[in-house]
């Protein structure tokens, strides 16, 4: 009978042994698959920040690309009309007269407008249209000047 109780005992110390070390292998593999989803989760999360940066940087570099397409747009505009302006002769003295206080006149009319925004826009508005006005304003103003230069073989 001892020999029936230590097969017994041996039996059932292996068991509960082979038990231990299955549930102690089974606890690692679920801490193993806990931590590799957390690194896939991390790199998940990284990969989308990375993503996102980039279509932000992207949208930027559009940005400035389309503000420099129309500044360019604006500075052609300008040299068109000052170049169309240059073709024009001279004309009666009423005529003259007109044309040359035409630019003075939209001028100050710009200057008025972007003065008038400034202190009746609200703030956020303020900004970007106040930024536009004074752009036409200083615009006009400097071809006005620019153009109004003394010419040679012409009196003002």
């Not at 240059?86 to 939209?106: H, K």
């Amino acid at each position: 009978m001892e020999e029936v109780a230590g097969l017994a005992a041996s039996a059932a110390g292996g068991g509960i042994f082979g038990l231990v070390g299955t549930a102690l292998g089974r606890v690692a593999g679920f801490i193993e698959r806990r931590q590799t989803n957390a690194h896939e989760r991390e790199r998940w999360v990284h990969e989308t920040r990375l993503i996102e940066l980039q279509q932000a940087a992207r949208a930027e570099e559009t940005e400035a690309e389309l503000a420099l397409a129309e500044t360019a747009g604006s500075w052609a505009g300008l040299r068109a009309s000052m170049e169309a302006e240059a073709a024009i002769g001279e004309s009666y003295p009423f005529v003259n007269a007109v044309r040359g206080l035409t630019r003075p006149v939209l001028t100050l009319l710009l200057w008025g407008i972007a003065g008038g925004i400034w202190l009746g826009a609200d703030a956020g508005a303020r900004t970007s249209i106040t930024e536009t006005a004074t752009f036409a304003a200083t615009a006009a103003t400097l071809w006005w000047f620019g153009d109004r230069s003394p010419r040679q073989g012409h009196s003002l």
